[in-house]
């Protein structure tokens, strides 16, 4: 089956990594290297973040419960700080790629694990950082944000929500995200995954795929 639709995660495809930003965090603040992850790593699907991204929980008592599982974890972190530095720089290449994906006829979507906006929350932390995500987002034929049905990855059935809404199969579908939990039901199901490691190897592998230049 040819490949007619690419689809893409927001934070660390399109934009750099949020890791990046949270390891700055925690040298910031004298805590482990990766501290975030493993609290966020902990009950994966029951935790602060896992709720928030689902919108079972409001922004302060994310701050609350985050913080709570983090003293669990032996240090002092509060959820506010991490959402703070949540949004990523946007990588300008992966942008351009989006147009020229349009441009050749492809589907373009996205699915994004994020949390409800609003006052202490949201990826786009400044009025033009929002403007600049939203004209991103614009470009997309569907965006599907957890925040917004109740579901995130890796569960298999947002995959399928965007099959669905895009009325294509998933083996006509390409997938990129930078964490391989979320690869793996995508690939399970039939999509070509691509785990982003840097904007470039995602582009060049993107492109050797289509047989198309977007590096």
Known sequence: MAYTTVIFDFGGVITASPFEAFNRLEEERGLPRDFVRRVNAADPDGNAWAKFERAEIDAATFDRLFAEEARGLGHDLEGE???AVLAGAVR???????????????TIACITNNVPSGKGAGMARSAELADEVA????RFDHVIESSKVGVRKPDPRIYLMMCEKLGVEPGACIYLDDLGINCKPASQLGMHAIKVTSGEQALKELGGILEISLA
């Not at 290449?93 to 349009?102: N, Q």
């Not at 004209?135 to 614009?138: D, G, H, N, Q, V």
């Open 81 to 83: 700080a991490v959402l």
């Open 92 to 106: 300008p290449a992966m942008v351009a790629a989006l147009d020229r994906l349009k441009a050749e006829g492809f």
């Open 135 to 138: 004209a991103i987002m614009a």
